[in-house]
T-cell receptor
């Protein structure tokens, strides 16, 4: 029983292409996140949704567009991919954004390589 | 100043020794502090959280928090090779956002 799942696990594509990453959680959590982890392992939040509503929108290029069809799913669409977009993208979920434990459950990650 | 900073690694300790990982944060109103462990090629997993000043122990792990100094640390006693990983400090700020530090890579040498 995978708690937070992401597809695909690996994504290799050419510059300029458009791609999507999908995320699903079966934990019944209200809040989901997208993180980007670069080659130096720095984990940086990109977006957060609570009950399908966008609550965190960090300074990321508008080529990145999240979409939450329901609270169990959060997808990430990236237009016009650039070399600098190469990274591991993690989806995560938590009970609420104000969960005092702060525990976020992470998916396995999607390694995106832009050639 | 970065919001969450960690001691730069990599940190190498011999098996059985105590590993000490440090983290400082800039938002004085932060209330909750977390340590995540990330094995190479895997996703982060929460191993400790602490809210109150002082020490919190869980098995071989001890988290220490000093809010006056804006400092949180993680001690790993009797370090094992299986503890070799990157440790991420995370802070829940006063504006309800969890900020991760850059991580410290720990290597436990058998």
């Amino acid at each position: 029983d995978t708690a937070v799942s992401q597809t695909p696990k690996y994504l290799v594509t050419q510059m300029g292409n458009d791609k999507s990453i999908k995320c699903e959680q079966n934990l019944g959590h209200d809040t989901m996140y997208w993180y980007k982890q670069d080659s130096k392992k720095f984990l940086k939040i990109m977006f957060s949704y609570n009950n399908k509503e966008l609550i965190i929108n960090e300074t990321v290029p508008n080529r990145f567009s999240p979409k939450s069809p329901d609270k169990a799913h959060l997808n990430l669409h990236i237009n016009s991919l650039e070399l600098g977009d190469s990274a591991v993208y993690f989806c995560a979920s938590s009970q609420t954004p104000w969960d005092s434990r702060g525990e976020q459950f992470f998916g396995p990650g999607t390694r995106l390589t832009v050639l | 100043q970065k919001e969450v900073e960690q001691n730069s690694g990599p940190l190498s300790v011999p098996e059985g020794a105590i590993a000490s990982l440090n983290c400082t944060y800039s938002d004085r109103g932060s209330q909750s502090f977390f340590w995540y462990r990330q094995y190479s090629g895997k996703s982060p997993e929460l191993i400790m959280f602490i809210y109150s000043n002082g020490d919190k122990e869980d098995g071989r792990f001890t988290a220490q928090l000093n809010k006056a100094s804006q400092y949180v640390s993680l001690l790993i006693r009797d370090s094992q090779p299986s503890d070799s990983a990157t440790y991420l400090c995370a802070v829940k700020t006063s504006y309800d956002k969890v900020i991760f530090g850059p991580g410290t890579s720990l290597s436990v040498i058998p």
